[in-house]
């Protein structure tokens, strides 16, 4: 199954002014289309740190998906780090160019000359709008930190990562997680593959901890809950999605 | 300045079942207490992972801050994790184990004994409220995920941690990034100091570009304030904070 890392690129997440709301959207998508996301990190704006890390992740997963970093300013060296994963160096891209001098006039300074710069090599996937089509290099794939750029560009280049999406069932529990815990621990006896989750909740009335089972295969996840379910008593379970 | 890393442990991060929302809470009050936070990392819960990731970071940064993977089921294995970091066993407190059994009751099941189970020679901070304890471990601060604990566990803690906080001084320009890029590098060239952070808006109206200016420095970051102000034409600012 094609796994995945997430990078999330940016002092501002760091220093607490700014809230990633990019990789949690990440990770609700490529678990619905079935991708395992298997580590997020956050680092700063720092190129050594950021062409490092790429490595790492490069060479860790399927694909490596990076948030932030993109743009005219000094702090922005993503393009550069990805870059210098890969011992490439960057270029302007001339189709890049072009659509920036259409946008900002003929006269580009340095900083503005930034944003048609690539890795050298670098494929660019048309995004279905009039925003700047997705970088990739290698398994490599650059995204803008502003959120709406990265959900269009994500959407745009979501059928490229498929994988085969879990099936999850969720039940909702009216006792503590120390009143179910041996009873969750034979379930996994039996059922060794299956993927449980044990989540309390405090201020919640209705119940007390949510249990998540999931598995590829719908069969399995459906025998794992019928014994689950036939192991806790009625009046533990409030609801069954 | 004292460095601190931050280790999100828990699969419903990464399955994208729940946003974590405490590394936001922690990076925001460190911040303002000043300390740096350097690298966010969120990992499954598997054992290996945790261990050689809490060592690592116990390695590189003044404080580490784990959240999650605490409790009585099978995927929490923070506490493991953290000894096996610093090759400690894990053993049961008798103070939490009394506390438990008033709770709980006498007849303890393994996975309820659990809760109080801590790395061979941890530090018990007591929080001032019902809940447990904070464990600490060498400089490894063990927080639940539950976000009403770990906050109720930090603000309890926070005065060991204090630094020297940053001024931080915000610009609201109403320029394009691009147009004010030159400006921004000519102000870093004559402030090398300054952390200096461009933070474009896009379904915002009255602004386009957010600037952070920030030093430990007050005089410093007013100066460069000053500056980045007489450099920029007064049509172009939107106000400052």
């Given amino acids: 199954m094609p796994t995945a890392g997430i990078l999330v690129i940016g002092n501002e997440i760091l220093s607490g002014k700014v809230t990633d709301i990019n990789s949690p959207y990440l990770c609700e998508q490529l678990r619905e289309i079935g991708?395992?996301?298997?580590?997020?990190?956050?680092?700063?704006?720092?190129?050594?740190?950021?062409?490092?890390?790429?490595?790492?992740?490069?060479?860790?997963?399927?694909?490596?998906?990076?948030?932030?970093?993109?743009?005219?300013?000094?702090?922005?060296?993503?393009?550069?780090?990805?870059?210098?994963?890969?011992?490439?160096?960057?270029?302007?891209?001339?189709?890049?160019?072009?659509?920036?001098?259409?946008?900002?006039?003929?006269?580009?300074?340095?900083?503005?000359?930034?944003?048609?710069?690539?890795?050298?090599?670098?494929?660019?996937?048309?995004?279905?709008?009039?925003?700047?089509?997705?970088?990739?290099v290698e398994n490599v794939y650059i995204f803008p930190g502003i959120p709406e750029g990265l959900r269009r560009k994500f959407e745009s280049a979501r059928d490229r990562f498929e994988g085969v999406p879990y099936v999850l069932k969720r039940v909702y529990v009216k006792r503590h997680e120390t009143e179910i815990v041996e009873t969750l621990n034979a379930l996994l006896e039996e059922f060794p593959d299956l993927v449980l989750g044990s989540y309390p909740k405090i201020r919640e009335s209705s119940y007390r901890v949510l249990l998540t089972l999931e598995s590829r295969d719908e069969n399995y996840v459906q025998r794992a809950l019928d014994r689950l379910l036939a192991d806790l008593s009625d009046g533990a379970i409030h609801k069954v999605e």
């Fill in 35 to 136: 991708v395992d996301v298997e580590r997020i990190l956050t680092i700063p704006d720092v190129l050594e740190t950021i062409a490092s890390e790429v490595k790492a992740m490069s060479e860790s997963y399927d694909y490596v998906f990076t948030s932030g970093g993109i743009g005219p300013t000094h702090d922005d060296l993503t393009i550069e780090g990805v870059a210098a994963a890969f011992g490439r160096s960057v270029e302007v891209d001339a189709k890049l160019e072009r659509m920036l001098r259409s946008v900002l006039g003929d006269d580009l300074s340095e900083g503005q000359l930034k944003l048609a710069t690539v890795p050298a090599g670098a494929s660019l996937i048309d995004s279905d709008d009039k925003w700047f089509p997705l970088v990739v």
